[in-house]
């Protein structure tokens, strides 16, 4: 069993910035990908941004030059460090472990 929780999210002006954290616990040896997914009112569950364990990283098109994912692998922790935000990245943001293990979520509101 693989444990995620997360933290960072907030309420944040358009244009600002927050860093979303993930820390692992628990039989996180086998982990190959970690990842963020983000799920507004009324639309599914998307993907973000993985991190493979040799430091592969994916992104969804939109976020591409403003968001980037990390991992600190001395913590069990995956950052997601977001800039230039949107009011359209409003959403609960979720990590996941190989999308079988996933966190509680953390609300991010991008909001004048």
């Known amino acids: 069993q693989v444990q995620l929780v997360e933290s960072g999210g907030g309420l944040v002006q358009p244009g600002g910035s927050l860093r979303l954290s993930c820390a692992a616990s628990?039989?996180?040896?086998?982990?190959?990908?970690m990842g963020w997914y983000r799920q507004a009112p009324g639309k599914q569950r998307d993907l973000v941004a993985t991190?493979?364990?040799?430091?592969?990283?994916n992104y969804k098109d939109s976020v591409k030059g403003r968001f980037t994912i990390s991992r600190d692998n001395a913590k069990n922790t995956v950052y997601l460090q977001m800039n230039s935000l949107k009011p359209e990245d409003t959403a609960v943001y979720y990590c996941?472990?190989?999308?079988?293990?996933w966190g509680q979520g953390t609300q991010v509101t991008v909001s004048s």
């Open positions: 991190i493979t364990s040799n430091i592969i990283t």
């Open positions: 996941t472990a190989d999308r079988n293990y």
């Open positions: 628990g039989s996180i040896g086998s982990i190959y990908a």
